[in-house]
């Protein structure tokens, strides 16, 4: 499976609440850091926390090359959207690295 593939069935898992389907295409040890420099580095740490907003991923637009895929699309929350971008890495088969940027002032509180 291609890079591209492999971020956008993650997308989709987490787009219908599949968190654990989700996890399978994180590397166990994933690197995921925010824009106000937050970090994890457990896959499960970081999809348990995703599941707290409950959003969806509005998708605008993706790039790729070689193992790096970059997407551009709206976090949807039931009262915001918020704009982001992420560059995920792609190695063996897993999501090793995920970068986010957005605006966290437009971030509504975690339930």
Same mark, same amino acid.
């Given at each position: 499976?291609e +890079?591209l #593939?492999? =971020?956008?069935k993650? @997308?989709?898992?987490? /787009? *219908?609440? !599949?968190? !654990?389907? $989700?996890?399978?295409?994180? &590397?166990? %040890?994933?690197?995921?850091v925010? +824009?106000?420099? #937050? $970090?994890?580095h #457990?896959a %499960? !740490?970081f999809v348990k926390?995703?599941g707290?907003? *409950?959003s969806?991923y &509005?998708?605008?637009? %993706?790039?790729s090359?070689?193992s790096d895929?970059?997407?551009?699309?709206?976090? =949807?929350? &039931?009262?915001?959207r =918020?704009?982001a971008?992420?560059w995920? !890495?792609?190695? /063996?088969g897993?999501i090793?690295s @995920?970068t986010?940027?957005? &605006? +966290? $002032?437009?971030? +509504? %509180? $975690?339930p």
């Amino acid at each position: 499976m291609e +890079p591209l #593939e492999i =971020v956008l069935k993650y @997308i989709d898992h987490l /787009n *219908r609440q !599949e968190y !654990e389907k $989700a996890l399978k295409y994180l &590397d166990s %040890s994933v690197r995921v850091v925010g +824009p106000g420099g #937050e $970090a994890f580095h #457990e896959a %499960s !740490e970081f999809v348990k926390m995703l599941g707290k907003y *409950r959003s969806k991923y &509005d998708l605008r637009k %993706s790039f790729s090359k070689d193992s790096d895929v970059c997407l551009l699309y709206d976090f =949807v929350f &039931d009262r915001a959207r =918020v704009y982001a971008s992420s560059w995920y !890495e792609v190695k /063996n088969g897993r999501i090793t690295s @995920i970068t986010t940027v957005f &605006d +966290p $002032a437009k971030m +509504p %509180s $975690a339930p």
